[in-house]
Nanobody, 126 residues
Framework: QVQLIESGGGLVQAGGSLTLSCAAS????????MGWFRQAPGKEREFVTA????????YYTGSVKGRFTISRDNAKNTMYLQMNNLKPEDTALYYC???????????????????WGQGTQVTVSS
């Protein structure tokens, strides 16, 4: 089992920056692809970005490409999401997720994420 805890959310003005962290416990995440998702009020949860097990491959949804950066520190069992030039439409509850072990492809399909955190709120004011 993997437990994931997100932190770093908050209120920021448009154009500002935030860095989210996702700390894992229960087992190492060193061999697991991970990702960030978000859910805005009244909308479905959507994929934001993913990173493979060693950080050598990343994938972003188009709306955040060039503004968000995903990274990980396997020695600290932690993943990060650096968010720059934030926009009001980035306002959402942000979730981190860990994929199942042994996947062949990257990025993982949504149904291949086995573990989820509780989320951290990001609010961007205009």
């Amino acid at each position: 089992q993997v437990q994931l805890i997100e932190s770093g959310g908050g209120l920021v003005q448009a154009g500002g920056s935030l860095t989210l962290s996702c700390a894992a416990s229960g087992r190492t995440i060193s061999w697991i692809a991970m990702g960030w998702f978000r859910q805005a009020p009244g909308k479905e949860r959507e994929f934001v970005t993913a990173i493979n097990w060693d950080g050598s491959s990343t994938y972003y949804t188009g709306s955040v490409k060039g503004r968000f950066t995903i990274s990980r520190d396997n020695a600290k069992n932690t993943m990060y999401l650096q968010m720059n030039n934030l926009k009001p439409e980035d306002t959402a509850l942000y979730y981190c997720a860990a994929a199942r072990v042994g996947l062949a492809g990257f990025p993982p399909l949504r149904e291949e994420y086995a573990y989820w955190g509780q989320g951290t709120q990001v609010t961007v004011s205009s």
